[in-house]
């Protein structure tokens, strides 16, 4: 299977089993889930570095087109607010919006740079970097644009397609009803917005219209913020130059995340 041509992001899961010579170790990436006596630590140890080590292990099989920001308190209190039942709309919207940020700022990390160099309000010269030009995002109808403010809010000019996909209630093939991107599409990367990774096949059916518009699949990054195993396996499967961003790989998808975005749960 090939690989991107883009580098690969530093792993969570990696860094935990690279330092995982002691329970204690372990437990401190995730204090908030700690218990109160030592036989609880215990077993809630045993039980995280197993989950590690199976998101570590689908990883290496799937590839470097998985990638997975780097896991802290943060972002597990995040997803554990919006895959909680009980979340009011507004602490699920609230969180939502906080997650998809840490998404897009990653997907931007993601594309292409180049050095320049600006003078300063006391006159020195200081070495940096920039975007380089050819850039836009596309949101898959009705999830992915809940996250479109987010890349907004980081890239205020940024070109945003849409692409409208259903899926046959018998048959659950994809369908494409809509689609409308940059009349230069093939010729930019495309940060591709989809929050929930569940079978993979409306994800799939998008990447095959772009493509039909000249895009090739390693200019490509898929947002997402949950994927399970097998979304993820399928998606790399069927192209195996794209990249896939996300914060977890967990067989249980928040499927219900688009209709509580929106309120129409």
């Known amino acids: 299977m090939e690989t991107t041509i883009i580098e690969t992001m530093p792993c969570h899961n990696q860094q935990l089993n690279n330092n995982s010579e002691s329970p204690e170790h372990a437990a401190k990436h995730v204090r908030f889930a700690r218990s109160s006596t030592a036989a609880a630590e215990t077993c809630q140890n045993d039980a995280e570095q197993h989950e590690y080590q199976t998101t570590s292990d689908i990883q290496q099989q799937i590839g470097p087109q998985l990638k997975l920001l780097p896991l802290n308190d943060q972002i597990r209190e995040l997803q554990t607010i919006i895959r909680d039942k009980t979340t009011s709309r507004g602490d699920f919207v609230f969180c939502a919006d906080r997650l998809i940020r ?32 050819g850039n836009c995002g596309v949101s898959i ?30 048959t659950q093939k994809a369908k494409v ?9 093939s010729r930019r990367k495309v940060l591709l ?53 996300t914060t977890e790989v967990h067989a249980v998808a928040p499927t219900h995340f688009g209709q509580r975005y929106f309120g129409t749960d």
């Open 102 to 133: 840490l998404v897009v700022e990653e997907g931007l990390n993601q594309l292409p740079y180049s050095e320049c160099t600006v003078t300063t309000p006391t006159g020195h010269k200081y070495e940096g970097v920039k975007f380089e030009k």
């Open 141 to 170: 109808m009705r999830s992915g644009e809940a996250m479109e403010q987010g890349l907004r809010d980081c890239c205020r000019s940024i070109r945003i397609g849409k692409i409208l996909i259903q899926s046959d209630e018998e």
């Open 177 to 185: 009803y809509y689609a409308k991107f940059p009349p230069d599409i």
């Open 193 to 245: 917005m989809y929050p929930i990774l569940s079978t993979g096949n409306t994800v799939i059916e998008a990447v095959r219209v772009l493509t039909e518009h000249g895009l090739q699949a390693k200019h490509i990054i898929l947002l997402s913020l949950f994927s399970t195993p097998h979304g993820a396996r399928s998606i790399v499967q069927e192209f195996p130059d794209i990249t896939i961003l």
